[in-house]
């Protein structure tokens, strides 16, 4: 997409006249191409309570997502003076979000990409990695941890495949048998055989197929025989 620099800024320019500064005295303003081609903007808007002003590219953001959403391709943020300012830190955090690393920012003597001023950013994919962490063995199963087996099988959630299972302990001494506990549920096999290893060392994974496969420690028992390596 071919962005127009100079009428981004004037955009930026135009609504940084609009800004409520009354404390600070430093009038923001800040316009972005959206990804289908309008123009969204904001200004900065200060507080007597100092923790609470938004920033110019707040109002930029939500103005996108109030006019349809979509990403920010290019972003000009000026100062008082009409010239190219550079965001802060936690506005940064903001283009990534709504703009993604490639996104352009306004500056001299060439832009930026968001992805430069804000290196190894958090943004949505770390979340992604977060859900699903593995939950520590509760207390009050902790004496059974290395015993049992723990069954990792599909499901299905809303429509959609996803892996769960659950600990059991059908032999030994002791009150505790049957299922010992059920698990969550997740998108990738891996993380319910990382949820089984924190329990013990006896892990069946059951395909959607019904197949069941060993992903324990040492030799697969006779009656499965198939290794899990995915």
Not at 65 to 86: E, N, T, Y
Request: net charge negative; proline share 6%; charged share 20%.
């Amino acid at each position: 997409m071919e962005i127009d620099w100079v009428a981004l800024r004037a955009a930026a320019v135009e609504v940084m006249g609009h800004a409520y500064a009354p404390y600070s005295d430093f009038p923001v303003g800040v316009a972005g191409l959206v990804d289908d081609g309008r123009v969204v903007v904001g200004c900065n808007v200060e507080n007597a309570s100092y923790g609470v002003t938004l920033c110019a590219e707040c109002g930029m953001v939500s103005a996108l997502h109030a006019s349809g959403g979509g990403r920010l391709v290019a972003v000009s943020c000026v100062d008082g003076a009409g010239q190219p300012l550079m965001p802060c830190g936690r506005c940064r955090q903001l283009l990534f979000e709504h703009g993604g690393p490639e996104c352009l920012v306004e500056a001299l003597p060439e832009p930026l990409r968001v992805g430069d001023l804000l290196p190894h950013a958090f943004g949505p994919a770390n979340l992604d990695k977060g859900r699903g962490a593995i939950p520590e063995v509760p207390e009050r199963l902790a004496r059974w941890r290395g015993r049992g087996t723990v069954f990792v099988h599909t499901d299905s959630a809303g429509g959609a495949l996803v892996w769960t299972g659950y600990w059991e302990r059908s032999s030994g001494e002791g009150e505790e048998k049957g299922i010992l506990e059920e698990a969550p549920t997740w998108h990738d096999p891996a993380q319910g055989i990382e949820w089984a290893r924190a329990r013990t060392a006896r892990i069946v994974v059951v395909d959607e197929a019904g197949e069941t496969w060993w992903a324990g420690e040492g030799q697969a028992p006779a009656e499965i025989g198939k290794r899990w390596e995915a």
